[in-house]
């Protein structure tokens, strides 16, 4: 799913919503023309200490090459004996981004198969040839960041936890059975607060009602999932080239969420 806005008297309209059945249609689209800067739900990198440790190149784009050339079985193999080895409560390697995110570790590859998401999604990246600040030059017409949804909203629902809710809140599922009456009311708040730019971005967002409509009740969460990376997105477009609010002590190996 991607969510299409744009910057308009300060706050950020939501266009609309394109899905993409196959990862080819999306590689299509990202290899036209265009001008545009976007946040993209996927690692674009792997903790340093676990290349390190598998010998694999250090530098980004040897590195990504060398893991795309890989079967999934073939990383999956790969990442399990190097977390076997380790100790209990230890097993996964981290990304710096990894803290201040609240992301999963990029070398998981269940619940959720991020490893996976990486290694399909960033050959398409590479091969339509957009730039990714901070890691590997492309076209600087269409650039892209790596985003996390969940970042924001659990900052929305954080502070209305905060604010006396019994616990923190889950806005989504795929699983039919979980999509329940709790999450449709934390997607209608995640919305309302999008929409007043109720959170530390300060970045407003304008919809239209049936757009409001769709997002809340999209219950797999896909629809806000995108919405929330388009925020992120206009957060690092106001930060500007050519960093997009990207941290200038960023590794260069592992990448960094915008906005964590």
């Not at 899905?19 to 340093?48: H, I, K, M, S, V």
């Not at 007043?196 to 239209?208: A, C, D, I, N, P």
């Amino acid at each position: 799913m991607l969510a299409l806005g744009e910057e308009a008297q300060g706050r950020v309209v939501l266009r609309r919503l394109e899905r993409f059945d196959t990862l080819d249609a999306f590689g299509a689209w990202l290899r036209q023309p265009g001008d545009w800067l976007g946040g993209f739900d996927l690692p674009f990198g792997l903790p340093r200490e676990l290349v390190q440790a598998l010998g694999w190149p250090t530098d980004w784009h040897a590195c990504m090459q060398h893991y795309a050339a890989l079967t999934r079985e073939a990383v999956r193999d790969r990442f399990a004996a190097f977390c076997d080895a380790r100790p209990a409560g230890a097993k996964f390697a981290h990304r710096a981004t990894d803290g201040p995110a609240g992301s999963s570790p990029s070398m998981k590859w269940v619940n959720p198969p991020v490893a996976y998401m990486l290694h399909a999604g960033v050959p398409l990246l590479l091969d339509a040839g957009v730039h990714l600040p901070g890691l590997h030059g492309g076209d600087p017409r269409r650039v892209a960041l790596e985003a996390y949804p969940g970042l924001l909203a659990r900052e929305v629902l954080g502070n209305l936890h905060r604010a006396g809710d019994a616990a923190q809140r889950s806005y989504k599922s795929d699983d039919k059975a979980r999509q329940t009456p709790e999450r449709l009311i934390a997607r209608k708040d995640i919305v309302t607060a999008l929409e007043h730019g109720q959170t530390r971005l300060q970045v407003r967002l304008k919809l239209s009602h049936a757009q409001r409509d769709a997002l809340i009740d999209d219950a797999s969460g896909d629809s806000l999932d995108a919405v929330l990376c388009l925020l992120q997105a206009a957060w690092g477009a106001r930060q500007g080239a050519p960093r997009y609010g990207l941290p200038k002590a960023m590794d260069p190996l592992e990448g960094w969420i915008v906005t964590a």
